[in-house]
Structures are given as structure tokens and as C-alpha cells.
């Protein structure tokens, strides 16, 4: 008869991914934004919409 298989050696626990520790960068600056809202349905152009648009692009810059 031959030996009996030797029990598989204990694998060590994986290691639990390490919890998100905020970085001194990310502290000092804002997290990202999240994408901007879709464009509302285009329209007649409306020189409210047109300033808006100037206003959220001058912004973003």
C-alpha cells in the first residue's frame, strides 16, 4: 500500500485589501468631482442660455 498523501501545509489567510487611507494630497485638495450633469435638450438659443454656458465654462477652466 502506498503512504498516505501528507495533508496540504497550511496556506496563510490572504491578507484583507488595506482600508483607503486618505493620502495628505487627496486631504489638501478636493476628491475629484464626479462627471458633470448631461447638457439640458438644446434649445432655442437664449441669451440666458448662452451666458450659462460662458459662466459654467469660464468656471471650469
Known sequence: LPPPPLPP???PL????PPSIPTPSSLSS???SPLPP??????????KNIHYHQKSTRNSS
Open 30 to 32: 478636493p476628491p475629484p
Open 9 to 11: 501545509p497550511p496556506q
Open 14 to 17: 490572504p491578507l484583507p485589501p
Open 38 to 47: 448631461p447638457p439640458p435638450p438644446l434649445m432655442k438659443p437664449t441669451t
